[in-house]
């Protein structure tokens, strides 16, 4: 995963709430196992009418909106815990997510992938959802060292919260495999230590 410190970007509005897995990357898509690929389906069913044509109408079509950061209404992510929405989401060119809340499997699916979602609260996100639709080049500066959103044109900043492990394989573009192996030489030392230990014993 690429590393991921801070970020200053617009952002595109989604205010609708309850946004499911499904809505997020509908279900006949799954056959794939390979990450890419996703994005061009996102959102697929909101994004074209079912004759295939684009809908005009949705966000991620209207060229005003446009950003590394998706502001979402309440309830990401809920529904299935299929771990493709946070696929789908990482390969369009999303690497920030904020809502009020989010299914726990989804969070946890998106920081595996290399995406923040960032919960605020339901304040913050109608002062977000309000200044980035009346203004579309808004800049939003989000840093994860500090754990703070900052709203630049009106200069609101709240914190969030974010699991310390998580956050460090965030910062250092670390999988679970890759943390592990970057204390390879304290847990080598950790075992000589208990093996000298026994020995004497």
């Given at each position: 995963m690429e590393k991921f410190i801070s970020i200053t970007t617009s952002a595109v509005p989604l205010p609708q709430e309850n946004i499911d897995t499904d809505q997020i990357i509908p279900a006949r898509f799954l056959k794939a196992t390979n990450r890419d690929g996703f994005g061009e389906n996102l959102f697929r069913d909101w994004r074209y009418h079912k004759d295939g044509s684009l809908n005009d109408e949705f966000v991620l079509n209207n060229n005003t909106y446009k950003g590394q950061i998706l502001i979402a209404g309440h309830n990401f992510g809920c529904g299935s815990s299929r771990e493709h929405a946070a696929w789908a989401?990482?390969?369009y060119g999303f690497k920030v997510i904020v809502s009020s809340f989010f299914?726990?499997?989804?969070?946890?699916?998106?920081?595996?992938?290399?995406?923040l979602p960032i919960q605020v609260s339901p304040e913050f996100l109608d002062s977000l959802l309000m200044t980035v639709k009346?203004?579309?080049?808004?800049?939003?500066?989000i840093n994860l060292e500090q754990q703070y959103i900052y709203l630049t044109s009106t200069g609101e900043k709240e914190n969030f919260e974010i699991d310390a492990y998580k956050k460090t394989c965030l910062m250092n573009g670390y999988d679970d495999i890759d943390f592990l192996l970057s204390k390879t030489s304290e847990i080598e030392k950790f075992e000589n230590q208990r093996e000298l230990s026994r020995v004497s014993d």
């Open positions: 989401l990482s390969d299914a726990d499997i989804f969070k946890g699916n998106a920081l595996n992938n290399g995406v009346n203004k579309p080049e808004t800049q939003i500066d």
